[in-house]
């Protein structure tokens, strides 16, 4: 048998259906059937229903939204001063930056829920805010990452022509510079949004009561109830397929 560069795919292939194809089947077999194995719509009817799945899922929008939105500003500054900076070793303060993502998570959001019980005295106080506080501080670099890297190659010769041609600090930044760094922007925003619909690890280790995503499908789980548990993953799946389709057309454009 000839080889072919082709071949060096198949375990590639092979790694993608047994560990994403195959679950996502049994996924959508759960979600479609009942507790005696027959086809059913009444999963996928009974969370449109529910006022519990449609409360948490606005509030996990609500959650995932305010989080994006404080990362963006946060790291956008700050990816556009190190990539305009004229340190000559700029990579290490990007590194800086990134090193909290090479520390167990759960050790950092303990670290933070020790900081924040000092701060504020008791963190059941404030789980919205604790909440919000913990969603940063995940997810911050995967904000900065994308925005320094597109930042950092963009063409210096674009912004020296806005000046020559008159353009204001503001017009600079607002007709030139954030056009150009758009797809980072929309790179960001997905690595941050969507992740943060569903991490309900954070909720628990800061005392924040009310349920995510992720942790109302972790709920049926737990509570044996695969069928409602796995239409819940399922629809939360199709958002985020919707959601990413939009990201690649509006990078696109």
Known sequence: MKFKRSMLGIPYVVFLVIF???PLA???????TDGSGRFTFQNF?????????IATLVYSLFVALVTTVIC?????PTAMALARSGFRRKNILLLMAIVPMWINFTLRVTALKEVLDAIEGNLAYHPFLNTIIGQVYDFLPFMILPLFNVLDEMDVSLIEAGRDLGADRRSLFFSVILPLSKPGIMSGITMVFLPAMTNYVVLDMLYNSTYIMGSLIGSYFNAYDWHNGSMISAILLLIIVLFSMLEKKGAAR
């Open 45 to 53: 009817l009974g969370f449109f229903r529910s006022s519990r799945t």
């Open 26 to 32: 049994v996924v959508f077999v759960f979600a479609f």
């Open 20 to 22: 994403v194809l195959l």
């Open 72 to 76: 963006l500003l946060i790291a956008y």
